[in-house]
Nanobody
Framework: QVQLVESGGGLVQPGGSLRLSCAAS????????MGWYRQAPGKQRELVAR???????NYADSEKGRFTISRENAKNTVYLQMSSLKPEDTADYYC?????????WGQGTQVTVSS
């Protein structure tokens, strides 16, 4: 059974930082591309950052320079380090694992940026 479990969300003030984690089980983690997506209320889910199985990364334009995605294959975990957070970063953040035609999602973790 495939499980992706996100953690690390919460309430943070504007300008603050958070690190999200996604622990995967039931997949050969190292071959999967891993991604972080987010969905704000009333909006579509959008890509935040993605890291390929070879470690190459890509980011949404609005996150470049503020967010960093990384992976630790030995722990089957992908991270999203977020800094300089803005109120518009408030959303549910979801982890995704993708390989060939397979795609799995976590349940999400909520991030609220507010003073």
């Amino acid at each position: 059974q495939v499980q992706l479990v996100e953690s690390g969300g919460g309430l943070v003030q504007p300008g603050g930082s958070l690190r999200l984690s996604c622990a995967a089980s039931g997949i050969m983690f190292s071959i999967y591309a891993m991604g972080w997506y987010r969905q704000a209320p009333g909006k579509q889910r959008e890509l935040v950052a993605r890291i390929s199985n070879d470690g190459s990364t890509n980011y949404a334009d609005s996150e470049k320079g503020r967010f960093t995605i990384s992976r630790e294959n030995a722990k089957n975990t992908v991270y999203l380090q977020m800094s300089s957070l803005k109120p518009e970063d408030t959303a549910d953040y979801y982890c995704n694992a993708a390989w060939a035609l397979r795609s799995y999602w976590g349940q999400g973790t909520q991030v609220t940026v507010s003073s």
